[in-house]
């Protein structure tokens, strides 16, 4: 089992960055893949990166590419999420996820989940 902590959010203006970063419990983090998803209110949860174990495969929502970019240091056990030319449809909270299985975009796949951290992107 392991346990998630975001950390990073804030408020930016439009064009600004943010960096969050996920915090994982438990001494085998490099054993999961991790994915990174957002829900602005009123909307579903949507994918936004993933990353594999190794940290060599990454996968990006269609809207982020080239903006955000997922990392991770397995020996400090935490995954961040680079934020970059931030607009304000952005804004939402931000959750970080885990699962044992392969890198995946589907949320219902993920098994363990952050408690989020708020995006606020003004115009």
């Known amino acids: 089992q392991v346990q998630l902590v975001e950390s990073g959010g804030g408020l930016v203006q439009a064009g600004g960055s943010l960096r969050l970063s996920c915090a994982a419990s438990?001494?085998?983090?490099?054993?999961?893949?991790m994915g990174w998803f957002r829900q602005a209110p009123g909307k579903g949860r949507e994918f936004v990166a993933a990353?594999?174990?190794?940290?060599?495969?990454?996968k990006y929502a269609d809207f982020v590419k080239g903006r955000f970019t997922a990392s991770r240091d397995n020996a400090k056990n935490t995954v961040a999420l680079q934020m970059n030319s931030l607009k304000p449809e952005d804004t939402a909270v931000y959750y970080c996820?885990?699962?044992?299985?392969?890198?995946?975009?589907?949320?219902?796949?993920?098994?363990?989940w952050g408690q989020g951290t708020q995006v606020t992107v003004s115009s």
């Open positions: 996820a885990a699962r044992r299985q392969v890198l995946t975009t589907t949320a219902s796949e993920y098994n363990y």
């Open positions: 438990g001494r085998t983090f490099s054993l999961y893949t």
């Open positions: 990353i594999s174990t190794s940290g060599a495969v990454t």
